[in-house]
């Protein structure tokens, strides 16, 4: 079994935050971008699994449409990329267990474009809300209203999808009121799944450039964590549980097709920057990261932009700090199964020191973060990694 996952390279515009890989232009070509989804699909089918490919004859429950901004691509759009899907993935994201999301930017998410995305298959949209704040979205460099991201929740959960949304915490300004004021309102407008990101300063983008003159502040970390417990405290007080490190699900609702790098399932990923990743039977990988850039990219689309191969003991070590973002923990059998040049002893003498920390629970079946400790994951990781 394997996640598809498609990077869609389009953006309106830049909002300043974002590193992501993405063209800005009003008007995708779609048409040439699923061409050129079938040449690295064709391109790719030959390869062997040591070039970072998934074998034929997969199963796919899991489709991810991502970017960039699918719902870009508009209904008409979205429709042919989802045939392209159908064509080559036969079955991909459907039947009892799969998932099959779509990321929407707000200002798209209107009734046509959610009973087109039921329509071709689609269960679960990703709605890119960040903040219902306008102070917020203004300072975010965000397109869409409060009203307008309010009525696309509306929408989608009357075209009967589930409903994730991503919020960013740490824009200027942002309080704890203002924050709160948000979880509440999604949820109760039916986010059923809510991802909560800590705003970042990446490299080469406009906010670092700012930053780097001084003209704006670094977000303040300690602010940063009293957001994040806030948020936490608001999703589990309406009934969300926190499943993963940024993410709170509602019963019945934990992303599956993002479960699946947790538990170290083979991904295919297909497009600009797009990921992939194969394991083989002694537990070593091929990680394969596409060119980034659609110009790059487009030029020569099956050809990789990177190839990381990584041999058992490595790949285990990255696969405890993968598996250990699911925070109801990593499943030891399943681990030693996916990774069988190791045993028990290596995963106690690895992760000795942060259990003596108090940073980690290793039991009989299971690995995972102590209760708490969830803020420290990336340092703990890191640690077991080292
Ligand atoms: S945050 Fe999303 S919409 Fe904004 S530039 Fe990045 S990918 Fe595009």
Redesign the pocket.
């Known amino acids: 079994m394997a996640g598809l996952y498609v990077h869609v390279p389009f ?1 309106a515009r ?2 300043p935050y ?1 590193d ?1 890989d ?1 063209q800005v232009g009003r008007r995708p070509d779609a048409v040439a971008f699923i061409a050129g989804l079938g040449c690295e699909l064709a391109a790719r089918k030959d390869m062997s699994p040591e070039t970072g490919v998934i074998p034929p004859g997969d199963a796919w429950p899991t489709v991810y449409l991502g ?3 699918p719902s870009l691509l508009g209904v008409d759009g979205l429709r042919a990329l989802a045939a392209f899907i159908a064509a080559n993935f036969p079955g991909a994201g459907r039947g009892p267990g799969s998932e099959y999301t779509v990321e929407v ?1 707000p200002e798209h998410g209107d009734p046509a474009l959610f009973a087109a995305i039921a329509g071709f298959g689609g269960t679960r949209v990703s709605l ?1 809300v960040q903040t219902l704040d306008p102070h917020g979205l203004a300072a975010l460099g965000r397109v869409h209203s409060r009203t307008r991201a309010l009525a696309a929740l509306s929408d989608a959960r009357s075209a009967g999808l589930d409903i994730s949304a991503d919020l960013i915490v740490g824009w200027p300004g942002q309080t704890l009121a203002s924050l709160r004021a948000d979880v509440t309102a999604i949820v109760d407008s039916g986010a059923r799944h809510v991802s909560i990101y800590g705003l970042t300063i990446e490299a080469g983008t406009p906010w670092e450039t700012l930053v780097r003159r001084g003209k704006r502040r670094l977000p303040d970390p300690e602010h940063q964590t009293d957001l994040l417990l806030a948020a936490g405290e608001a999703l589990c007080a309406a009934g969300l549980e926190h499943y993963e490190v940024a993410s709170y699900a509602a019963p019945g609702q934990r992303a599956r097709h993002n479960l699946g790098y947790w538990t170290w399932r083979d991904y295919l990923g297909l497009g600009p920057s797009a990921h992939s990743a194969v394991y083989a039977d002694d537990g070593s990988v091929i990680r394969r990261g596409n060119r980034r850039g659609l110009g790059p990219w487009s030029a020569d689309p099956g050809i990789a932009g990177e190839l990381d191969p990584q041999a058992p003991l490595a790949a285990a070590a990255e696969g405890l700090w993968t598996g250990l973002r699911h925070l109801p923990g990593l499943d030891l059998a399943a681990f030693l199964a996916r990774f069988p040049a190791v045993d028990r002893a290596w995963i106690a003498a690895r992760t000795l020191r942060q259990v003596a920390r108090g940073n980690l629970e290793l039991g009989d079946a299971c690995l995972r973060v102590a209760p708490g400790r969830w803020l420290w994951h990336d340092s703990i990781a890191a640690d077991l990694l080292a």
């Open positions: 953006c830049a909002c974002c992501f993405f970017g960039g901004t930017n890119g």
